[in-house]
């Protein structure tokens, strides 16, 4: 913004000597008070400092005159205190701070709210005075003339007021220097509000209107050098959208866009008076609470809460959740980068326990030195001692329910390790390497089970997951092949499942090992179908068996439209490479005869059965078999 004065309509010579007919001020003097004025516009000086000066000058100009300049705030549809000359008291301005425009309310008030100058030239006897006349007496005013300040818009601005303790109507003159201060005045109003409103967008996100992270720079400073806030601890919190980029890839970026403010709009509903919520980058949110950790957690965990009911977008409903780090932050004492770090690692560690959920860093740091190796010791212990006790989900056709398959998932018996789930472990387990003994285990379950109860499952084939570690090592498929052999079981029995993201790094020994596995005659299956990105076209050098569609597409399904063409896509892909394709995740009915009805040969979720133990899956076939 240009820091130019702006200009002033008597600004020349002949402005000059036209004001010095009207007042008794030498012209040099009338100059460099309209100079001033303007200057401490251009300076950028506090508005209350500027409009005092202008009052002042009026004052100077007008002998016997009591001037005041009123701001109008068009939030709280008020006048508030802005300036006033020497010879009005403090109690006076007090007392006038915050009075609404109305039809009858003194000059000011009234010339506010016709947007015409009033003149009283007697406020003892004067109806718009009625209720102010103690008032007026207590100071001393008699005359009372309000012009009202506005823009080149012609919005209201403020009131220029002038008192005065006797009776007086203004002459021609009079009302031309009224008018000359008032039109100062209305450009310092007009400028600040200019200036305040660039300062606003300068702080905020264009997109959802919350802060950005300039506002959540000064806010922290702002704290840091607070003494309210010294000692004090408050909770910076980290929230992030789970999934963005598939909901961007699913939505497109304008839709994508839309969703963002949602969440943005959502979130600082339930948030309520903060002293900041900001768009810190992309998909990820930041807000200071002014709460310590335990109740800063449960608020964070009602936010999350609250997006358990989907968002509407472009008129269709999304579901979307949020992972959410919180930090405990004492602004005076910690940089705001080093609790941002802080809380991007805690957000890390939600995302890994499986997204949707709130960590607080210190537990994080516990979890991930304590917790972390805990879980190492619990799996590996439960891998040597044989305690792999995986459980089973059967894969349905949707024509007429018929399981088809059961998948195997991993599952650790006994004490403490019984407690964590594959979410938990197996992110671990690949981390620290486990994972190979671990699909070893499931693997042998899988060869043992399709052996021993090769009447009760009744030709039913099984999945197994396989890890991309597993499948970088040399001669998994020889050594499969050997144990299907060991075990006498047929290859095709066995679809092995292959996550997206993984198969993306599919390259050298790992495709060596899925060529093999294929020309063995297992079957491959790619698994979370539509959270990896890839295309299938890349998937095209080693054929595949099966196409997972991952559970998100299944749950966007049940909200109407927008999710129904999702899975069409995510369909129609499938068939134009000729694969089956398993719906994941189905949890009711509905979903399940919307899949039919799309063309959807499997399902596979908790509407039919959640895993369970391998009695109990035998015992849950045999059922349906006599039904
Ligand atoms: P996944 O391969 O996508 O397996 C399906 C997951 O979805 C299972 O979680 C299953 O219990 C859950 N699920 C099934 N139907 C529904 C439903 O209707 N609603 C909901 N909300 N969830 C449903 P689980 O057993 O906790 O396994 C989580 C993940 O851990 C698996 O996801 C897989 O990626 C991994 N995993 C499990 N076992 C193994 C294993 O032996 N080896 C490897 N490498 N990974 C495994
Ligand atoms: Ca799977
Ligand atoms: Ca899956």
Redesign the pocket.
Known sequence: MSRTAPALSLSAPEALTSIERWTSLPAEHVLAGQQRVLEMVAAGRPLAETLTAIAEFAEEAIPSMMASVLVFDPQTQSLRKGGYGRSLSPQFQEAIDGMKPGPDVGSCGTAAYRSQRVISRDVRVDPLWTPFVEFAAMHGIVSAWSTPLKDRDGQLLGVFGMYYGEIREPSADDLRLVDHFSHLASIAVEHWRQDAELKRQARQDMLTRLGNRRLLREVADGMAGDPAYQGVTCALVMLDCDHFKLHNDLLGQRLADELLQRVAERSRERLGDVPLLARFDGDQFVAILKERNGTAQRRVEDLLAAFREPVVVDGSPVTVSLSAGVVEWQPATMPLDEALAQAMEAVEVAKRLGRDRVVVFGDSERARSTGHRHVTRLLSEAIAENRVD??L?PIVRLSDGRPVAF?????LRGGDAAGI???VF?PIA?ESGL?VA??DS?LRFAMRTLAEHALSLQGLNLN????VR?LTRDGLADRTLALAREHGVAPERLTL?I?ESQWLDVDGPARDNLQGLKEAGFRLAL??FGTGYSSLSRTQAIPLDQL?ID?SFTTQLSLGARGQALCHVGLAMARACGIPVVA????TPEQAAQLRAMGYQFG????WS??MPLERALAWLQRREAA
């Open positions: 995986p459980f989900q998948e195997v998932l991993a599952r789930s594959p979410s197996v690949e994972i671990l699909g499931v197994v997951n396989l890890s597993q499942e996550t698994d979370d997972k559970r994941e995740g189905v949890e596979q979720g908790y509407h959640r895993p």
